[in-house]
């Protein structure tokens, strides 16, 4: 393709941003006008199918800047992935397609809900490490099912963001070789000029973390096209420094830290599309020719899958196709639950049914921010990622959360994380996205409230309960013995679009006795029952055996009472299911 085409798909990426972010009277035009040239190629470099975004081996695209939607719903719009114009021109309007950021489930083609910056980033990896898994399992040497590559694209406060750190420093440990960041190093934020915050030598981080580094005007399409060649041949993850202006093309506006979070003006996006030669007066316009270039998109994907599919078909081992079959379509009956018939931490029987589960299911994988045995969390003789199911995330409980936020959208993957309870305020951003998004996330929380003893009170969890069980769509459970470990797992395996808690404790639990009625997967069940009861006591966890075996020989309640172990309120709530600590209630 002549670099001629090139710009003018460019500038029309660029005008149509510009004019949607003008028509919202909102929004960030300045990183999709500076990002257009790299899009344009990137486009000619990608492997997708926008007749079928859910193509297992299509390349992801992460954006991590979410905020630069206005090249995002462009481009999907362009490739063919069912936005039409009005959907721009409702752009950032309540009930449209086009929210102000990009949000998984709602337009088609978004892979993740990015937003808070630096969160992208680590989907990314999380992306790269889930293909890099089941292409482990599913690759032979002579056919490779699995070999897409994962692009994102982020800006200078994603870098900054203590996340990308964390997220980059275990991708180059890992070596992903199917990993490319491109990094839009305009140097404006907000406040003006990175000169303001920072002065660090990315490269010098990068290559420090084992990542491979390129550098480009990120404006010379040619230097754009030779990187990204040069980045599908690296053995190791790939940054690509593209030098740019913001709002590129932007007329007075270009290089203003002005055009980062706010319209560029109408009297300037005229001067713009004249100096480009398009005519001033169109707004949300594209030429047949350009729509043809980019729409290419969809018969070159279909294309694409279909050689895929026929690949498929004509595996020559036997044990890729069984593998690929169980990674598509897990059988959860095939699960042998667990047991339990002595008093033990609940961190333990959690333990074991992880261990079923893993043994039973082989996409579910996982592992904990260097607590494995604290947590329990460890797959016993099940090997090491990539090759087996136990991640080593190492200290990084932030990027481990968003890691696994992807994983679990990536396709065939069902992760855990695993921290102590405490630890989950490093980690709250991630699961505040799993929620929104509705990803099937299971987050391992050990050492519940005081039982955590001699550690003190900067390792005891008090307000965490409270917190996330005020978050809409994300489901707590506290077991409090092994028989509701196991009843709370098999709840939570069913929950498709809910991320999922195990708050579990570090000291030994004694086995409650069997409930008198109800089921403990749908509602409190009461222990013990008296005729004459007005009050109920409504407890939880470890808190529950303390009170039935302690408490209600001591503490002064006014009798007769009820003792009801909760896992969930019933869902005629406003809330979702989730569990109280102590409640005394008395019916009227």
């Not at 939607?69 to 992935?81: A, N």
């Not at 070159?300 to 595996?315: I, V």
């Not at 333990?351 to 329990?376: M, R, Y």
Request: aromatic share 8%.
């Amino acid at each position: 393709m002549s670099n001629a085409m090139r710009q003018k798909m460019a500038d029309t990426i660029r005008f149509l941003a510009a004019d949607m972010v003008q028509q919202a009277n909102s929004g960030h035009p300045g990183a999709p006008m500076g990002l257009a040239d790299i899009a344009v190629v990137l486009s000619e470099h990608m492997n997708h199918n926008p007749k079928n975004p859910k193509w297992l081996n299509r390349d992801r695209l992460v954006f991590s800047g979410g905020h630069g939607t206005g090249l995002i719903y462009s481009l999907y719009y362009l490739w063919g992935y069912g936005l039409e114009i009005e959907d721009l021109k409702n752009f950032r309007q309540l009930d449209s397609a086009t929210p102000g950021h990009p949000e998984y489930g709602h337009t088609e083609g978004v892979e993740i809900t990015t937003g808070p910056l630096g969160q992208g980033i680590a989907n990314a990896v999380g992306f790269a490490m889930g293909s890099a898994y089941v292409a482990k399992k599913v690759n032979s040497e002579t056919a490779p099912l699995i070999d897409h590559k994962v692009y994102c694209l982020c800006g200078d406060g994603d870098l900054e963001e203590g996340i990308s750190y964390e997220a980059c420093s275990i991708a180059g440990h890992l070596g992903l070789d199917n990993l490319v960041l491109i990094y839009d190093s305009n140097r404006i934020t907000i406040e003006g000029s990175t000169d303001l915050s920072l002065s660090e030598d990315i490269r010098g981080r990068f290559e420090s973390q084992n990542w491979a580094v390129l550098e480009i005007d990120g404006h010379n399409f040619d230097e754009i096209d030779g990187a990204l060649t040069q980045a599908k041949m690296m053995s190791r993850p790939v940054l690509i420094i593209a030098n740019t202006l913001i709002a590129k093309g932007g007329g007075k506006m270009e290089g203003s830290h002005h055009a980062h979070g706010a319209p560029l003006g109408h009297d300037v996006i005229k001067a713009a599309k004249e100096a480009a030669g398009f005519d001033p007066e169109k707004t949300f316009h594209v030429d047949p020719d350009v729509m043809e270039r980019f729409r290419c998109a969809i018969e070159k994907g279909d294309l694409a899958e279909r050689e895929w599919n026929h690949r498929l078909k004509e595996l020559p081992l036997m044990e890729q196709n069984e593998a690929y079959e169980q990674l598509m379509n897990p059988d959860f009956g095939r699960i042998q639950w667990p047991t339990f018939e002595k008093a033990d931490a609940t961190r333990n029987t959690n333990g074991v049914i992880l261990n079923a589960i893993a043994k039973a299911i082989p996409g579910f994988i996982g592992g904990s921010a260097d607590l494995g045995p604290s947590n329990k969390t460890e797959l016993a003789n099940m090997g090491d990622f990539p090759n087996g199911k136990n991640i080593h995330f190492g200290i990084r409980e932030h990027a481990m959360a968003s890691i696994t936020n992807a994983m679990a959208l990536y396709g065939p993957i069902i992760p855990f994380s695993a921290t102590f309870f405490v630890f989950s305020d490093y980690l709250k951003p991630s699961a505040r996205i799993a929620a929104l998004s509705g990803i099937q996330h299971f987050f391992i929380w050990t050492h519940d409230s005081i039982g955590v003893g001699e550690d003190g009170p900067t390792h005891q969890p008090i307000e965490h309960l409270s917190q996330f069980r005020a978050l809409p769509n994300f489901y707590v459970y506290r077991p409090a013995d092994g028989a509701e470990n196991v009843k709370c797992w098999q709840k939570a395996l069913t929950m498709k679009h809910s991320p999922s808690a195990f708050v579990c404790s570090r000291q030994n639990l004694p086995l409650l006795p069997t409930a008198v009625h109800g089921d403990v997967m749908q509602s409190s069940n009461p222990l013990q029952r008296r005729s004459l009861s007005k009050r109920h006591v409504v407890l939880s966890g470890t808190v529950l055996p303390i009170w039935s075996l302690q408490w209600r020989d001591s503490v002064r309640v006014p009798q007769p009472i009820n003792c009801l172990r909760n896992l969930d309120l019933a869902q005629k709530r406003s809330w979702q299911k989730f569990n109280f600590c102590l409640v005394l209630r008395q019916r009227k």
